[in-house]
């Protein structure tokens, strides 16, 4: 069994190695081909040795052990080549399944899983929609998820973002000592403090009062999403934004009913990270704000744009604004309690794990909700924006 294990780990190094040299997705076709051949070469080895000291036990187990590693291997392909270009998961998950089709759901259950803000991408891309639970991978996955994932996302990260496709910024962490450090001290603090809150106040309320104030929340930000409508001179995003604010503060009572929608006024995110973007600002190293969470320079810069652009700072004292500003970030972690709690149950790197899901829901944003690969996708990390 060891030297089906070694197999499989020269396999995988010596395909991760050459990564870079070819289109993401057509190099996830060949590794996960390798990988699938050296199983099979080594299992049938190894089967053979078991069945002539006549041992059909172990000669079975052996097969077994050798197709379970070689499963993980090929998810945890999947999931780093992910990680490394999110802008082509769809191609990515396509050429994976036309590799190992008889791993389709693995990879879809565990590609959704360890990036549920692209599960509707990933499912699209064998035309069918997700389902409503994405189930959460095996155990054994995480033991392979990080180790896995190719060389060329390690070295993306002290290299300058050069472009972004489909608005998919390349993943640039040269701050990661920082951001850990940072990460950790948000994470005790969401552990016994902001989740417990959030949990507790989605315990008590009723769904139907619990959608009303995430709608009132969502109104609330209406002015600030006009004016970054008007800087990007998106006439009539900027008239939809404004007409929604009008009729869902007055027919909607204050926000808490959503009447715009049924009137065929969809919501759309703007802010002023999404600006900047639109004008060809790049988005910069990733970075963590303390309590706030994952951002980017360019969009860290934004949310103190957005705070001058937000009618409240001039309408509200210091502490009122405070008030309304807390009770709207336990609002929006309520509602975040079960993807977020996936997300950690599913991956063996919290934090990277976060990270890839917030550039890619951060992609959906800067599309003005349209997300890559023409899909439908909702930003899980931008409700209330």
Do not use: C
């Amino acid at each position: 069994m060891r030297r089906v294990i070694l197999g499989l780990v020269f396999a995988a190094a010596w395909t991760g190695a050459t990564w870079a040299q070819s289109p993401i997705a057509q190099q996830v076709g060949d590794q996960i081909t390798q990988i699938l051949q050296q199983s099979g070469a080594a299992s049938a080895r190894s089967s053979a040795m078991a069945r002539d000291l006549s041992d059909r036990q172990g000669s079975v187990q052996v097969v077994q052990k050798a197709d379970q590693a070689a499963r993980l291997y090929v998810i945890s392909t999947v999931v780093g080549a992910i990680a490394s270009d999110a802008a082509h998961t769809g191609d990515i998950i396509v050429a994976a399944i036309n590799a190992a089709p008889e791993l389709r759901d693995d990879i879809l259950s565990a590609a959704a899983t360890n990036y549920p803000a692209f599960a509707p991408v990933i499912y699209a891309a064998v035309g069918s929609a997700p389902p409503v639970f994405v189930p959460a991978p095996r155990a054994p996955v995480e033991t392979f998820a990080v180790a896995a994932a190719p060389r060329a996302l390690s070295q993306q990260l002290d290299e300058p973002v050069t472009a972004e496709v489909s608005g998919v910024a390349t993943i640039r962490d040269p701050l990661e000592g920082f951001n850990r450090g940072v990460f950790a001290f948000n994470d005790v603090l969401d552990r016994f403090l902001i989740r417990p809150i959030a949990y507790g106040y989605g315990y008590v309320t009723p769904a139907p009062v619990k959608q009303s104030v995430r709608n009132f929340f969502s109104n609330l930000r209406g002015p600030i999403r006009f004016a970054n409508d008007l800087i990007q001179l998106d006439g009539r995003g900027a008239l939809t934004t404004g007409s929604r604010f009008v009729l869902n503060s007055t027919a909607g009572v204050l926000g808490f009913f959503e009447v715009a929608d049924r009137l065929g006024m969809p919501h759309h995110p703007a802010d002023f990270g999404q600006t900047l973007n639109r004008y060809g600002v790049g988005s910069g190293p990733y970075i963590v704000l303390p309590v706030l969470g994952p951002s980017t320079v360019r969009d860290g810069f934004g949310l103190v744009a957005d705070n001058f652009l937000d009618p409240l700072t001039y309408l509200l004292d210091t502490y009122p604004r405070v008030a309304v500003r807390l009770t709207e970030g336990i609002v929006a972690r309520e509602a975040l309690i079960e993807p977020l709690d996936e997300l950690r149950a599913g991956s063996v790197d919290y934090y990277a794990a976060l990270r890839a899901a917030y550039f890619q829901g951060r992609a959906i944003t800067l599309a003005k909700g349209r997300a890559p690969e023409n899909s439908a996708a909702d930003d899980a990390f931008g409700s209330f924006e």
